[in-house]
């Protein structure tokens, strides 16, 4: 089992930046492959970012792709979303997810977060 708790939603102006920690717990880390998801009102989960276990390996959503960076650090168990330039569509409920697939995120997730709200206002 392994338990995600995110952190770092909230308010911003678009244009603006917000990052998002998810830290994880349980089974051993290294193991998994991680990736951020989002969900809008009315609108069903999208895949956001992947990394790999061992994290050289990163994949985005086209929407995200040269805005948001996705990194993790093995010591402390944590996977971050760093969202730069943001828009008022990129608004929605941030998940955290862990794979035991490594590279496989986007389509394979094993436990998910409990989320957590970003919204850009304009």
């Known amino acids: 089992q392994v338990q995600l708790v995110e952190s770092g939603g909230g308010l911003v102006q678009a244009g603006g930046s917000l990052g998002l920690s998810c830290a994880a717990s349980g089974r051993t880390f290294l193991n998994y492959g991680m990736g951020w998801f989002r969900q809008a009102p009315g609108k069903v989960r999208e895949f956001v970012a992947g990394?790999?276990?061992?994290?050289?390996?990163?994949t985005y959503a086209d929407s995200v792709k040269g805005r948001f960076t996705i990194s993790r650090d093995n010591t402390k168990n944590t996977v971050y979303l760093q969202m730069n330039s943001l828009k008022p569509e990129d608004t929605a409920v941030y998940y955290c997810?862990?794979?035991?697939?490594?590279?496989?995120?986007?389509?394979?997730?094993?436990?998910w977060g409990q989320g957590t709200q970003v919204t850009v206002s304009s």
């Open positions: 997810a862990a794979s035991s697939r490594d590279s496989s995120v986007r389509t394979w997730v094993d436990y």
């Open positions: 990394i790999s276990w061992s994290g050289p390996t990163t």
